[in-house]
Protein backbone atom coordinates (compact mmCIF):
# COMPACT_ATOMS: atom_id res chain seq x y z
CA UNK A 1 0.00 0.00 0.00
CA UNK A 2 1.31 3.48 -0.79
CA UNK A 3 1.81 5.97 1.94
CA UNK A 4 -1.13 8.23 -0.38
CA UNK A 5 -3.59 5.55 -0.10
CA UNK A 6 -2.33 5.03 3.63
CA UNK A 7 -3.71 8.33 4.42
CA UNK A 8 -7.35 9.01 5.89
CA UNK A 9 -9.45 11.30 4.27
CA UNK A 10 -9.25 13.79 6.70
CA UNK A 11 -5.27 13.61 6.25
CA UNK A 12 -6.05 14.15 2.11
CA UNK A 13 -7.66 17.61 3.19
CA UNK A 14 -5.10 20.46 2.63
CA UNK A 15 -4.59 23.32 5.40
CA UNK A 16 -6.28 25.95 2.76
CA UNK A 17 -9.54 24.00 2.87
CA UNK A 18 -9.15 23.59 6.38
CA UNK A 19 -9.14 27.50 6.92
CA UNK A 20 -11.84 28.22 4.08
CA UNK A 21 -14.02 25.77 6.11
CA UNK A 22 -13.65 27.47 9.50
CA UNK A 23 -13.98 30.78 7.66
CA UNK A 24 -17.35 29.35 6.06
CA UNK A 25 -18.05 28.22 9.97
CA UNK A 26 -17.23 31.91 11.77
CA UNK A 27 -19.24 33.92 9.56
CA UNK A 28 -22.00 31.26 9.79
CA UNK A 29 -21.71 32.06 14.00
CA UNK A 30 -21.49 36.00 12.80
CA UNK A 31 -24.74 35.38 10.64
CA UNK A 32 -26.39 33.63 13.52
CA UNK A 33 -25.24 36.61 16.36
CA UNK A 34 -26.84 38.91 13.83
CA UNK A 35 -30.09 36.80 13.64
CA UNK A 36 -30.80 37.04 17.20
CA UNK A 37 -30.24 40.74 17.36
CA UNK A 38 -32.59 41.24 14.16
CA UNK A 39 -36.10 41.95 14.71
CA UNK A 40 -38.44 39.35 13.31
CA UNK A 41 -39.51 40.95 10.30
CA UNK A 42 -35.88 41.04 9.00
CA UNK A 43 -36.70 38.25 6.73
CA UNK A 44 -33.71 38.20 4.78
CA UNK A 45 -31.14 37.63 7.08
CA UNK A 46 -31.64 34.21 6.72
CA UNK A 47 -30.54 33.88 2.78
CA UNK A 48 -27.48 35.24 3.64
CA UNK A 49 -26.21 31.74 5.14
CA UNK A 50 -26.66 30.43 1.17
CA UNK A 51 -24.00 33.05 0.21
CA UNK A 52 -21.79 31.70 2.67
CA UNK A 53 -22.29 28.27 1.39
CA UNK A 54 -21.02 29.10 -1.97
CA UNK A 55 -17.36 29.48 -0.32
CA UNK A 56 -17.32 25.79 0.15
CA UNK A 57 -16.31 25.30 -3.22
CA UNK A 58 -13.13 26.19 -2.09
CA UNK A 59 -12.88 23.65 0.93
CA UNK A 60 -13.16 19.84 1.07
CA UNK A 61 -15.27 17.79 -0.44
CA UNK A 62 -19.08 17.64 0.68
CA UNK A 63 -18.16 20.31 2.97
CA UNK A 64 -21.38 22.05 1.24
CA UNK A 65 -23.25 19.52 2.94
CA UNK A 66 -21.65 20.79 6.53
CA UNK A 67 -22.14 24.07 6.13
CA UNK A 68 -25.90 24.05 4.65
CA UNK A 69 -26.85 21.82 7.49
CA UNK A 70 -25.20 24.02 9.90
CA UNK A 71 -27.19 26.47 7.93
CA UNK A 72 -30.30 25.12 8.22
CA UNK A 73 -29.34 24.10 12.98
CA UNK A 74 -28.78 28.12 12.90
CA UNK A 75 -31.59 29.16 10.92
CA UNK A 76 -33.92 26.77 12.75
CA UNK A 77 -32.04 28.50 16.16
CA UNK A 78 -33.15 31.56 15.33
CA UNK A 79 -36.82 31.12 14.89
CA UNK A 80 -37.22 29.76 18.07
CA UNK A 81 -35.03 32.47 20.12
CA UNK A 82 -36.22 35.14 18.42
CA UNK A 83 -39.78 34.23 17.40
CA UNK A 84 -41.87 36.54 15.38
CA UNK A 85 -45.59 38.36 16.77
CA UNK A 86 -48.43 37.31 15.21
CA UNK A 87 -48.64 39.88 12.42
CA UNK A 88 -45.52 38.11 10.70
CA UNK A 89 -45.23 34.72 11.55
CA UNK A 90 -46.89 33.34 7.88
CA UNK A 91 -44.57 35.74 6.17
CA UNK A 92 -41.41 34.87 8.59
CA UNK A 93 -41.62 30.69 8.44
CA UNK A 94 -41.84 31.60 5.19
CA UNK A 95 -39.16 32.94 4.30
CA UNK A 96 -37.37 30.89 6.35
CA UNK A 97 -38.25 27.55 4.95
CA UNK A 98 -37.28 29.37 1.48
CA UNK A 99 -33.53 29.98 3.15
CA UNK A 100 -33.45 26.84 4.19
CA UNK A 101 -34.25 24.80 0.97
CA UNK A 102 -31.99 27.45 -1.00
CA UNK A 103 -29.52 26.64 1.61
CA UNK A 104 -29.44 22.78 0.24
CA UNK A 105 -29.58 23.77 -3.27
CA UNK A 106 -26.47 25.82 -3.34
CA UNK A 107 -24.93 22.81 -1.34
CA UNK A 108 -26.00 20.41 -3.96
CA UNK A 109 -24.87 22.60 -6.71
CA UNK A 110 -21.20 23.18 -5.24
CA UNK A 111 -20.86 19.93 -4.36
CA UNK A 112 -21.80 18.60 -8.20
CA UNK A 113 -19.27 21.40 -9.20
CA UNK A 114 -16.64 19.35 -7.28
CA UNK A 115 -17.57 15.91 -8.39
CA UNK A 116 -17.41 17.52 -11.96
CA UNK A 117 -14.06 18.77 -11.36
CA UNK A 118 -12.41 15.58 -9.29
CA UNK A 119 -13.93 13.60 -12.74
CA UNK A 120 -12.12 16.15 -14.87
CA UNK A 121 -8.68 15.74 -13.03
CA UNK A 122 -9.11 11.78 -12.97
CA UNK A 123 -9.71 11.51 -17.14
CA UNK A 124 -6.66 13.98 -17.29
CA UNK A 125 -4.68 11.41 -14.94
CA UNK A 126 -6.16 8.70 -16.76
CA UNK A 127 -4.84 9.89 -19.81
CA UNK A 128 -1.95 10.93 -19.01
CA UNK A 129 -0.96 7.40 -17.79
CA UNK A 130 -1.80 5.88 -20.93
CA UNK A 131 -0.24 8.54 -22.99
CA UNK A 132 2.86 7.42 -20.78
CA UNK A 133 2.44 3.84 -21.28
CA UNK A 134 2.28 4.02 -25.15
CA UNK A 135 5.17 6.35 -25.48
CA UNK A 136 7.01 3.84 -23.43
CA UNK A 137 5.79 1.22 -25.51
CA UNK A 138 6.52 2.69 -28.74
CA UNK A 139 10.01 3.56 -27.34
CA UNK A 140 10.63 0.18 -26.23
CA UNK A 141 8.99 -1.26 -29.96
CA UNK A 142 10.98 1.20 -31.70
CA UNK A 143 14.10 0.15 -30.42
CA UNK A 144 13.45 -3.72 -30.23
CA UNK A 145 12.20 -3.33 -34.24
CA UNK A 146 15.54 -0.76 -35.03
CA UNK A 147 17.78 -2.84 -33.57
CA UNK A 148 16.21 -6.07 -35.61
CA UNK A 149 16.01 -4.04 -38.45
CA UNK A 150 19.96 -3.25 -38.43
CA UNK A 151 20.81 -7.04 -37.79
CA UNK A 152 19.03 -7.42 -41.04
CA UNK A 153 20.62 -5.08 -43.06
CA UNK A 154 24.31 -5.45 -41.83
CA UNK A 155 23.54 -9.15 -43.20
CA UNK A 156 22.07 -8.33 -46.60
CA UNK A 157 25.41 -5.94 -46.94
CA UNK A 158 27.55 -9.03 -46.46
CA UNK A 159 25.17 -11.06 -48.32
CA UNK A 160 25.37 -8.78 -51.27
CA UNK A 161 29.10 -9.10 -51.33
CA UNK A 162 29.26 -12.90 -51.87
CA UNK A 163 26.15 -13.02 -54.24
CA UNK A 164 26.95 -12.85 -58.27
CA UNK A 165 25.86 -9.51 -60.04
CA UNK A 166 22.84 -10.81 -61.05
CA UNK A 167 21.48 -11.67 -57.55
CA UNK A 168 22.63 -8.87 -56.17
CA UNK A 169 19.57 -6.57 -56.51
CA UNK A 170 17.67 -9.50 -54.19
CA UNK A 171 20.08 -7.86 -51.28
CA UNK A 172 19.28 -4.57 -52.44
CA UNK A 173 15.60 -5.31 -52.11
CA UNK A 174 15.97 -6.45 -48.74
CA UNK A 175 17.96 -3.08 -47.26
CA UNK A 176 15.67 -1.00 -48.93
CA UNK A 177 12.65 -2.52 -47.27
CA UNK A 178 14.48 -2.32 -44.23
CA UNK A 179 15.25 1.89 -45.01
CA UNK A 180 11.34 1.63 -45.58
CA UNK A 181 10.76 0.52 -42.61
CA UNK A 182 12.73 2.38 -40.37
CA UNK A 183 11.51 5.51 -42.04
CA UNK A 184 7.99 4.43 -40.93
CA UNK A 185 9.22 3.16 -37.34
CA UNK A 186 10.95 6.92 -36.81
CA UNK A 187 7.89 8.50 -37.77
CA UNK A 188 5.81 6.89 -35.45
CA UNK A 189 8.27 7.36 -32.62
CA UNK A 190 8.18 11.35 -33.57
CA UNK A 191 3.99 11.54 -33.89
CA UNK A 192 4.20 9.98 -30.38
CA UNK A 193 6.33 12.60 -28.96
CA UNK A 194 4.76 15.70 -30.72
CA UNK A 195 2.98 16.95 -27.34
CA UNK A 196 6.32 16.64 -25.57
CA UNK A 197 8.16 18.54 -28.01
CA UNK A 198 5.63 21.23 -27.55
CA UNK A 199 7.42 21.80 -24.23
CA UNK A 200 11.13 21.66 -25.48
CA UNK A 201 10.33 24.09 -28.10
CA UNK A 202 13.66 26.30 -28.66
CA UNK A 203 12.35 29.97 -29.70
CA UNK A 204 15.39 31.89 -31.37
CA UNK A 205 15.57 34.18 -34.46
CA UNK A 206 15.80 32.22 -37.57
CA UNK A 207 17.26 33.50 -41.17
CA UNK A 208 13.98 31.65 -43.02
CA UNK A 209 15.67 31.56 -46.83
CA UNK A 210 18.92 29.91 -45.86
CA UNK A 211 17.13 27.29 -43.42
CA UNK A 212 14.75 26.43 -46.63
CA UNK A 213 17.96 26.49 -49.01
CA UNK A 214 19.61 23.88 -46.30
CA UNK A 215 16.56 21.58 -46.03
CA UNK A 216 16.37 21.87 -50.07
CA UNK A 217 19.76 20.46 -50.45
CA UNK A 218 18.74 17.39 -48.36
CA UNK A 219 15.62 16.94 -49.84
CA UNK A 220 15.63 14.12 -52.96
CA UNK A 221 13.64 15.80 -55.71
CA UNK A 222 14.87 13.89 -58.87
CA UNK A 223 11.99 12.56 -59.86
CA UNK A 224 9.88 15.63 -60.23
CA UNK A 225 10.81 19.15 -61.38
CA UNK A 226 10.91 21.72 -58.30
CA UNK A 227 11.22 25.45 -58.43
CA UNK A 228 11.67 27.96 -55.32
CA UNK A 229 11.05 31.42 -54.99
CA UNK A 230 11.58 32.93 -51.53
CA UNK A 231 12.98 36.53 -52.39
CA UNK A 232 9.64 37.90 -50.78
CA UNK A 233 10.19 36.08 -47.22
CA UNK A 234 11.14 38.26 -44.50
CA UNK A 235 14.82 38.05 -43.15
CA UNK A 236 14.27 35.88 -40.03
CA UNK A 237 11.01 34.46 -37.85
CA UNK A 238 10.79 33.42 -34.83
CA UNK A 239 10.67 29.75 -33.84
CA UNK A 240 11.85 26.74 -33.51
CA UNK A 241 14.74 25.53 -36.61
CA UNK A 242 13.96 21.67 -36.14
CA UNK A 243 10.67 21.87 -36.12
CA UNK A 244 10.54 24.84 -38.80
CA UNK A 245 12.59 21.96 -41.01
CA UNK A 246 10.52 19.23 -40.05
CA UNK A 247 7.41 21.20 -41.20
CA UNK A 248 8.53 22.15 -44.79
CA UNK A 249 10.23 19.23 -45.19
CA UNK A 250 7.02 16.68 -44.50
CA UNK A 251 4.88 18.83 -46.33
CA UNK A 252 7.35 18.99 -49.57
CA UNK A 253 8.02 15.25 -48.87
CA UNK A 254 4.36 14.47 -49.77
CA UNK A 255 4.04 16.70 -52.43
CA UNK A 256 6.91 14.93 -54.42
CA UNK A 257 5.65 11.94 -53.11
CA UNK A 258 2.87 11.96 -54.58
CA UNK A 259 3.41 14.13 -57.79
CA UNK A 260 3.33 12.06 -61.10
CA UNK A 261 7.76 11.87 -62.63
CA UNK A 262 8.66 14.58 -64.21
CA UNK A 263 5.77 16.61 -62.54
CA UNK A 264 6.03 20.13 -60.95
CA UNK A 265 6.41 20.90 -57.37
CA UNK A 266 6.56 24.53 -56.34
CA UNK A 267 7.47 26.50 -53.06
CA UNK A 268 6.62 30.53 -52.82
CA UNK A 269 7.55 32.06 -49.66
CA UNK A 270 6.04 36.10 -48.97
CA UNK A 271 5.64 38.27 -46.16
CA UNK A 272 2.20 39.15 -45.31
CA UNK A 273 1.53 41.93 -42.56
CA UNK A 274 3.24 40.56 -39.81
CA UNK A 275 3.56 36.69 -40.61
CA UNK A 276 5.93 34.91 -43.21
CA UNK A 277 3.85 32.91 -45.85
CA UNK A 278 4.92 29.45 -47.29
CA UNK A 279 2.74 27.93 -49.96
CA UNK A 280 3.61 24.67 -51.61
CA UNK A 281 1.92 23.85 -54.89
CA UNK A 282 1.92 20.31 -56.70
CA UNK A 283 0.03 18.91 -59.73
CA UNK A 284 0.08 15.29 -58.31
CA UNK A 285 -2.86 13.56 -56.85
CA UNK A 286 -5.21 16.14 -55.22
CA UNK A 287 -7.05 15.73 -52.19
CA UNK A 288 -10.78 15.04 -52.04
CA UNK A 289 -13.00 18.41 -50.04
CA UNK A 290 -14.01 16.11 -47.55
CA UNK A 291 -10.79 14.93 -46.28
CA UNK A 292 -8.51 18.36 -46.23
CA UNK A 293 -8.61 18.36 -42.59
CA UNK A 294 -8.89 14.53 -42.29
CA UNK A 295 -5.37 14.76 -43.51
CA UNK A 296 -3.61 16.17 -40.41
CA UNK A 297 -5.11 13.47 -38.15
CA UNK A 298 -2.48 10.71 -37.29
CA UNK A 299 -2.04 7.72 -39.30
CA UNK A 300 -5.05 9.05 -41.63
CA UNK A 301 -4.05 8.39 -45.09
CA UNK A 302 -6.43 9.98 -48.26
CA UNK A 303 -8.43 7.12 -50.76
CA UNK A 304 -5.95 8.25 -53.47
CA UNK A 305 -2.75 7.38 -51.66
CA UNK A 306 -2.94 3.36 -52.77
CA UNK A 307 0.60 2.91 -53.71
CA UNK A 308 2.41 5.53 -52.36
CA UNK A 309 4.61 4.39 -49.19
CA UNK A 310 3.71 6.09 -45.72
CA UNK A 311 2.44 6.15 -42.60
CA UNK A 312 -0.23 9.20 -42.32
CA UNK A 313 1.97 10.82 -40.01
CA UNK A 314 3.86 13.58 -41.56
CA UNK A 315 0.72 16.17 -41.96
CA UNK A 316 0.02 15.66 -38.49
CA UNK A 317 3.04 15.88 -37.58
CA UNK A 318 3.97 19.39 -39.35
CA UNK A 319 0.23 20.70 -38.14
CA UNK A 320 1.32 19.85 -34.29
CA UNK A 321 4.69 21.69 -35.00
CA UNK A 322 3.18 24.72 -36.76
CA UNK A 323 -0.04 25.11 -34.02
CA UNK A 324 3.28 25.30 -31.63
CA UNK A 325 4.31 28.10 -33.53
CA UNK A 326 1.00 29.78 -33.32
CA UNK A 327 0.56 29.29 -36.95
CA UNK A 328 -1.68 28.30 -39.67
CA UNK A 329 -1.77 25.20 -42.07
CA UNK A 330 -4.14 25.25 -44.63
CA UNK A 331 -5.24 22.31 -47.58
CA UNK A 332 -6.89 23.15 -50.86
CA UNK A 333 -7.05 21.60 -54.25
CA UNK A 334 -9.14 18.92 -55.91
CA UNK A 335 -8.97 15.21 -57.17
CA UNK A 336 -6.39 14.54 -59.84
CA UNK A 337 -5.99 18.70 -60.07
CA UNK A 338 -2.99 18.55 -57.29
CA UNK A 339 -2.89 20.08 -53.89
CA UNK A 340 -1.16 23.77 -53.02
CA UNK A 341 -0.73 23.88 -49.15
CA UNK A 342 -0.04 27.26 -47.05
CA UNK A 343 1.84 27.65 -44.06
CA UNK A 344 1.63 30.61 -42.37
CA UNK A 345 4.22 31.63 -39.14
CA UNK A 346 4.79 34.73 -36.97
CA UNK A 347 7.49 36.77 -38.21
CA UNK A 348 10.15 37.53 -35.45
CA UNK A 349 12.47 40.50 -35.67
CA UNK A 350 15.96 40.55 -37.74
CA UNK A 351 18.68 38.60 -36.54
CA UNK A 352 21.92 40.41 -35.17
CA UNK A 353 24.13 38.67 -37.23
CA UNK A 354 24.68 39.92 -41.05
CA UNK A 355 23.13 37.26 -43.24
CA UNK A 356 23.00 39.80 -46.30
CA UNK A 357 25.68 38.41 -48.00
CA UNK A 358 24.97 34.81 -47.61
CA UNK A 359 25.37 32.85 -50.77
CA UNK A 360 21.74 32.44 -52.62
CA UNK A 361 21.53 29.14 -53.95
CA UNK A 362 18.20 29.94 -55.77
CA UNK A 363 20.14 31.67 -57.91
CA UNK A 364 20.84 28.83 -60.81
CA UNK A 365 20.24 29.00 -64.61
CA UNK A 366 19.42 25.60 -65.32
CA UNK A 367 15.93 26.40 -63.43
CA UNK A 368 15.21 29.78 -64.33
CA UNK A 369 16.71 31.50 -61.26
CA UNK A 370 15.19 28.57 -59.08
CA UNK A 371 16.72 25.54 -57.22
CA UNK A 372 17.16 22.19 -58.59
CA UNK A 373 17.47 19.65 -55.84
CA UNK A 374 18.75 16.27 -56.22
Known amino acids: MSKKEALSPLDRISTKEWLVFALVMVLMALVLAADLETTP ?23 AYIAAAVA ?51 DLAEQTASAETRRRFIDVLSHEIGTSLTTIDGQAFLLRRTLDEPDQPRADKIRSAVRHIQAIVQQVQLASEVGERASDMRSESINLRRLLEDLFVDLDTSAVFFKADLAALPDTILGDPDMLRQIVGNVLSNAIKFSSPGGEVRIAGESVGDRAVLTVIDKGRGVAPDEREKIFEPYYRARNSRGVHGAGIGLYVAKKYVEHHRGTITVDGALNAGTSVTISLPVAGPVAEDVQGAPNVLNNPKTDATLPLH
Not at 41 to 59: E, G, K, M, N, Q
Not at 81 to 109: G, M, Y
Open 72 to 122: TLFSVIGSFVNPPTEAVSVVFFANRAIAIVSQWIVAVLVTTRKDAEALMRS
Open 41 to 63: DHVTICFIYTAIIFLSIFSFYRS
